[in-house]
């Protein structure tokens, strides 16, 4: 890989490894340190993600407009002015507005880090996103074990060493990236194509994969929410409820080519690998529902990356191959989008189901749900198939 590359896989671990100091903590905090209902931690982390959305969409913006470099420190710069102020002060009101800049202020980041990695190594296709994904697991992994450590000494600690690991990547950003060259004429958001999509099957067939993409994040986004306090309430500690996004970004890292191979060798087809994933991850909720060791959710976390690893990387493969020329980015978009989505609604249905009916309506619905994803995914393409039939009709006539 070029040094530029190096550089960004760098600073995106140390990014996400500052934020998984508290991502995974957050519903705990709300709800046991706070005092409010799941449903409350809900709706907070719904408006943190909806910042996030805007922050996405701005910065694609912004990398077209004034370059990665200056858009990457504008979003550092109002994310770490956020978490100085949570540092200084996290009580209630001031937590859901700092709170709020830091998806708004991260959310502007995420596009030129990656439209910048593709930019630097363009003969390397798609490995410059594969070792961005990489570097990001690795940071939930180190960020999340870490985080439980330092909760266990001090809860409020969480919140400086957040700020400081920021301030890290912020120096990494101001002075190794200034040199990258990235064309801002690449990236592509969804702000950029407004104009009318004309080939409607291939965009409803996706819209469809999306549903039950929008599903699977309501689902798997109950692990950093609800369940995440269903297992305090059970005894689980902080560091170790902390080392579980540990075992999920480590096995994210180190089982990448036992799961390529399965997928080469016996999974043919897109619908069928996100199909494989959705029936793990209702094994996935099967395990953790009825969990009371901390064994057992151990086991439930090995199993749901798993079916995250299958489901993840093929719905946007999806979304590449449905795309008309000159139309991915906007593909993508609508992929991205789905996904903040779930992250969005995903926390305030788990938490008004567990206030209202308790965690075992919870997982039920959750296996519910990625019944409903199968289905979905299953009928998708169906009438691509009817079209692409009639094509080959009209031209055997």
Same mark, same amino acid.
């Given at each position: 890989?070029?040094?530029?590359?190096?550089?960004?896989?760098?600073?995106?671990?140390?990014?996400?490894?500052?934020?998984?100091?508290?991502?995974?903590?957050?519903?705990?905090?709300?709800?046991?340190?706070?005092?409010?209902?799941?449903?409350?931690?809900?709706?907070?982390?719904?408006?943190?993600?909806?910042?996030?959305? =805007?922050?996405?969409? =701005?910065?694609?913006?912004?990398?077209?407009?004034?370059?990665?470099?200056?858009?990457?420190?504008?979003?550092?710069?109002?994310? =770490?002015?956020?978490?100085?102020?949570?540092?200084?002060?996290?009580?209630?009101?001031?937590? #859901?507005?700092?709170?709020? #800049?830091?998806?708004?202020?991260?959310?502007?980041?995420?596009?030129?880090?990656?439209?910048?990695?593709?930019?630097?190594?363009?003969?390397?296709?798609?490995?410059?996103?594969?070792?961005?994904?990489?570097?990001?697991?690795?940071?939930?992994?180190?960020?999340?074990?870490?985080?439980?450590?330092?909760?266990?000494?001090?809860?409020?600690?969480?919140?400086?060493?957040?700020?400081?690991?920021?301030?890290?990547?912020?120096?990494?950003?101001? +002075?190794?990236?200034?040199?990258?060259?990235?064309?801002?004429? #690449?990236?592509?958001?969804?702000?950029?194509?407004?104009?009318?999509?004309?080939?409607?099957?291939?965009?409803?067939?996706?819209? #469809?994969?999306?549903?039950?993409?929008?599903?699977?994040?309501?689902?798997?986004?109950?692990?950093?929410?609800?369940?995440?306090?269903?297992?305090?309430?059970?005894?689980?500690?902080?560091?170790?409820?902390?080392?579980?996004?540990?075992?999920?970004?480590?096995?994210?890292?180190?089982?990448?080519?036992?799961?390529?191979?399965?997928?080469?060798?016996? =999974?043919?087809?897109?619908?069928?690998?996100?199909?494989?994933?959705?029936?793990?991850?209702?094994?996935? +909720?099967?395990?953790?529902?009825?969990?009371?060791?901390?064994?057992?959710? !151990?086991?439930?976390?090995?199993?749901?990356?798993?079916?995250?690893?299958?489901?993840?990387?093929?719905?946007?493969?999806?979304?590449?191959?449905?795309?008309?020329?000159?139309?991915?980015?906007?593909?993508?978009?609508?992929?991205?989008?789905?996904?903040?989505?779930?992250?969005?609604?995903?926390?305030?249905?788990?938490?008004?189901? !567990?206030?209202?009916?308790?965690?075992?309506?919870? +997982?039920?619905?959750?296996?519910?749900?990625?019944?409903?994803?199968? +289905?979905?995914?299953?009928?998708?393409?169906?009438?691509?198939?009817?079209?692409?039939?009639?094509?080959?009709?009209?031209?055997?006539?």
């Amino acid at each position: 890989m070029p040094k530029a590359l190096w550089l960004l896989v760098v600073g995106m671990a140390i990014n996400v490894t500052g934020a998984s100091f508290l991502w995974p903590l957050n519903t705990i905090y709300i709800h046991d340190i706070l005092g409010k209902s799941l449903s409350v931690a809900g709706l907070v982390l719904m408006v943190n993600a909806g910042a996030s959305v =805007i922050g996405n969409l =701005i910065g694609g913006y912004l990398f077209d407009k004034i370059g990665g470099y200056r858009s990457i420190l504008l979003g550092i710069s109002i994310t =770490i002015t956020a978490l100085i102020g949570m540092t200084l002060n996290h009580s209630w009101n001031f937590y #859901i507005i700092y709170l709020t #800049i830091i998806g708004f202020g991260s959310g502007i980041v995420f596009p030129s880090m990656y439209a910048m990695a593709g930019s630097v190594w363009k003969e390397g296709g798609r490995k410059s996103f594969n070792a961005m994904y990489v570097s990001q697991n690795l940071g939930v992994a180190i960020g999340a074990a870490l985080g439980g450590l330092v909760a266990d000494i001090r809860f409020d600690y969480i919140f400086l060493a957040n700020t400081v690991t920021y301030a890290i990547f912020f120096f990494i950003a101001l +002075f190794g990236y200034r040199s990258i060259q990235a064309n801002p004429t #690449i990236q592509s958001t969804v702000l950029d194509h407004s104009k009318k999509i004309k080939d409607h099957t291939k965009l409803y067939a996706l819209l #469809i994969v999306c549903i039950g993409y929008l599903l699977c994040w309501m689902g798997y986004v109950q692990w950093q929410t609800s369940i995440a306090t269903h297992t305090q309430s059970l005894g689980i500690s902080l560091k170790q409820y902390s080392i579980l996004w540990t075992i999920n970004g480590a096995l994210i890292v180190l089982a990448q080519p036992l799961i390529s191979y399965i997928v080469k060798r016996y =999974i043919k087809t897109l619908k069928a690998q996100i199909m494989v994933g959705l029936m793990i991850f209702i094994a996935s +909720f099967a395990v953790a529902g009825t969990a009371e060791q901390y064994t057992a959710f !151990v086991t439930a976390m090995v199993i749901l990356t798993v079916g995250e690893m299958f489901v993840w990387p093929a719905v946007p493969t999806v979304a590449n191959d449905l795309a008309p020329k000159g139309r991915e980015g906007f593909y993508q978009g609508i992929v991205n989008s789905t996904a903040t989505g779930g992250r969005m609604l995903g926390p305030l249905m788990g938490g008004i189901l !567990v206030d209202l009916h308790g965690m075992e309506m919870l +997982f039920g619905v959750l296996m519910g749900l990625m019944v409903i994803a199968i +289905f979905t995914t299953s009928i998708y393409d169906r009438k691509l198939k009817v079209q692409r039939g009639i094509q080959e009709i009209t031209k055997s006539a």
